[in-house]
Each structure stands twice: as structure tokens, then as C-alpha cells.
């Protein structure tokens, strides 16, 4: 609920534009699924060809919805407008400017937006590029979308929390007797700042970089995914390779960022301490990694390609549970990574399973079918 009244010092507009965005980027990404998933089933050319339209325009709206959303959030924090607790929990006044910008990912809201974003990224390139492939693979994208759009809504739906919306004004997020005074904003001054052990050159290129790659690998799975979907089981496959390879290097130059901001910064004794969050990053790149060796495999001998559909599949939901690891706040005493619960628990294990029941399915329906070679490799 949007709240009606303004208090002495409150800047209430920007925060009602921002709520606006994050319910159109929510509604905007669901009518995508729902065009690209209807254009992928459908057999006449012309119905296709519709949905298709409205995917695409659908798709749009939510990427600028989505840059809405980054644009008012930094405007914000730009601003220093600690009446928003978003802005007041992740800096201050005294930071130095560069460090502003990493006060945008540095809370949760603020990293699932930086995934979202690249998301749009890599789904505007690839309604231009994927060809006959845009419809099933945007499907994916775009149901991704929806999830992630969803963990900024902040709503309640009976008992269970949907999102949390960084427009949230410091008194609707603290219960204190100081706001219930109109004249609260005299009294905060000032916002608790970025933690010391963030305060590095690191956190301002090392998260974009992660989650790019952490982004990225949705597109080998959406390729291997697709090919599933539509039993066109090879025709993925070269579409597929130079996005693995992106995908691969751009993980890999995180993972190792991050070690390097471990051996520097965070006191751990050496590039990596297996950290358990350090190791949910690792493990889905070891897996992306034998992926790239099984599909350059079958481009030459033919062999692996159940092997391939097996490990880009692994990868994305190995992605999934390393951000229920590092967002649910069970790992809140373990590592320095994680981030504390913020009562998502629920929606953060439902990300997981609506992409992997679908995939489980279609690898045991389709696996009699996909193509392999029947001599010893």
C-alpha cells in the first residue's frame, strides 16, 4: 500500500514513481511469459507471429521498467533520503562518492535489481540474435523476470511475504515511538553507512561482474532447456557455444575478483578460505566449465550431449541454490557473504523448484530421444 500521508522532511514522490515501476516490471515480465510460452506453442504462423509482437513489446516495457527502478533507487541514495530505510541501512554522508554506487547492491533488493538488470541485457540481445530459438529461450528469460520482479514487490499474500520493496519509508519498516512524531526527520540526520569490509575498490566491480556471470548462465540453460521443450535436441547446440563461453569467462573473472578481494580485504589468510559462500559461486562455474568441454565434445565426435543438457541444466539451478544460501540467512553466522533473513525463506526455495521440476521432467520424458552414439567414445 502506497502510503497517502507526508511527513515533515519526506520526499514521497520518487518512492511512489519506484513502487509504480516494480509493479509494472512484475506485470509487464508475466504477460511476456505468457506471450513467448503461447508463441512457442502455437502451430499457425500468424498467431505466432502475434504473440511473438507482444512478447517482445511486453518484454520492453519491463526493461524500462526495470531502469525505472535503478534510476529512482540511486537517485535516492544520490541524495541522501534517509527516510527511506533502504537509503539510510546501506549509506551516509560521509562516504565517498564511489562508493555510493556500491551502496546500491550491497542489500538485497538492491542485488536482485543488478541481476534483473542484466537479465534485460542479455534478453534484449538475444531477441535479436536467437532467431527461430527467441520464442522457447525468451520463455525462460522472461519467466526468470517474473521471479525476480516478484522479490522486490513487498507484499503479504495471507501469511507469506512476496518480495521486499526498497521504497519502504524508514517508519513503515521500524516500529519506534520517534515515528509517530511528524517531525521524525529531525532527528536522523545521518544513515549507518557501508560496512567497513565493503568499503573497497572491489565492491564497486566485483558484484556487477558476478552477477553478470551468475546472469549469464541462464542462456546455456535456456538453450538446453528449449531444445528439450521443442525436441529440436541439436539445433540449440551453435547458437548455444559462444554463450557458454561468455558465460564462463565472465563467472570465472568474478570468482576470481572475489578472491583476490578475499586475499585483500576480508582478513581470510589467502585467496580462498571455503568460504561456503565462495564455494556456491565455484561449484556452478566447475559445472559450466564441464559443460563447454561436453558441447565442443559432441560438435566433434558426437558424443556428451546428454552430458551437456545435464550440466548447463546443473549449472542454473546450482546458481538458484547458492542465492537461497546466501539469502536466506542460514549461512548469517558462517560467512561474510551472506546476507540476513528477511523472511523470504518460502519464495527463495519456490525459485528453485519452479525451474527445476520442469527440467527434471522433460530430461526423463525426452531422454530415450535426445541423440547419442551408439559406439565406444
Request: proline residues 4%; contains cysteine; hydrophobic residues 50%.
Amino acid at each position: 500500500m502506497i502510503e497517502q500521508v507526508q511527513h515533515a522532511g519526506e520526499h514521497l514522490l520518487p518512492g511512489h514513481i519506484g513502487r509504480f515501476f516494480v509493479v509494472i516490471s512484475f506485470v509487464a515480465a508475466l504477460l511476456a511469459t505468457v506471450s513467448y510460452f503461447s508463441a512457442t506453442r502455437a502451430k499457425d504462423g500468424l498467431i505466432q507471429y502475434s504473440w511473438n509482437r507482444i512478447g517482445r513489446w511486453s518484454f520492453l516495457v519491463h526493461g524500462v521498467a526495470v531502469v525505472g527502478i535503478v534510476v529512482v533507487l540511486f537517485y535516492l541514495i544520490a541524495n541522501h533520503f534517509f527516510e527511506y530505510h533502504y537509503v539510510w541501512k546501506h549509506s551516509s554522508k560521509s562516504l565517498p562518492s564511489q562508493y555510493l554506487l556500491s551502496c546500491f547492491w550491497e542489500g538485497q533488493e538492491g542485488s536482485f535489481l543488478l541481476w534483473t538488470f542484466w537479465h534485460i541485457v542479455l534478453g534484449g540481445i538475444l531477441i535479436f540474435t536467437a532467431k527461430k530459438w527467441e520464442n522457447p529461450v525468451m520463455t525462460v528469460i522472461a519467466a526468470t523476470q517474473v521471479v525476480l520482479a516478484s522479490m522486490l514487490l513487498g507484499i503479504h499474500v495471507l501469511e507469506f511475504k512476496i518480495g521486499s520493496n526498497p521504497f519502504v519509508l524508514m517508519r513503515q519498516a521500524m516500529d519506534a515511538p520517534i515515528f509517530a512524531r511528524d517531525n521524525y526527520m529531525n532527528f536522523i540526520s545521518d544513515g549507518t553507512g557501508l560496512n567497513p569490509l565493503l568499503q573497497n575498490y572491489w565492491m564497486t566491480i566485483h558484484p556487477p561482474t558476478l552477477f553478470l556471470g551468475f546472469a549469464a548462465t541462464i542462456v546455456p540453460f535456456a538453450f538446453a532447456f528449449a531444445g528439450l521443450w521443442t525436441q529440436d535436441f541439436k539445433g540449440w547446440v551453435n547458437q548455444a557455444l559462444p554463450w557458454t563461453l561468455f558465460a564462463a569467462m565472465i563467472l570465472g573473472t568474478g570468482v576470481l575478483m572475489g578472491a583476490a578481494w578475499a586475499y585483500e580485504a576480508l582478513s581470510f589468510g589467502g585467496f580462498w578460505a571455503w568460504d561456503p559462500v565462495e564455494n556456491a559461486s565455484l561449484v556452478p562455474l566447475l559445472t559450466l566449465i564441464g559443460g563447454l568441454h561436453t558441447l565442443v565434445v559432441y560438435r566433434h565426435t558426437g558424443h556428451g550431449l546428454k552430458a551437456t543438457k545435464i550440466f548447463f541444466i546443473l549449472t542454473f539451478l546450482l546458481v538458484l541454490y547458492s542465492t537461497f544460501l546466501t539469502r536466506s540467512g542460514i549461512l548469517g553466522d558462517t560467512s561474510v557473504h551472506s546476507f540476513t533473513a528477511m523472511g523470504m525463506e518460502k519464495q527463495l526455495v519456490a525459485f528453485i523448484f519452479i525451474f527445476l521440476i520442469p527440467s527434471v521432467y522433460l530430461l526423463i520424458t525426452r531422454w530415450q530421444r535426445i541423440p547419442s552414439q551408439e559406439k565406444e567414445e
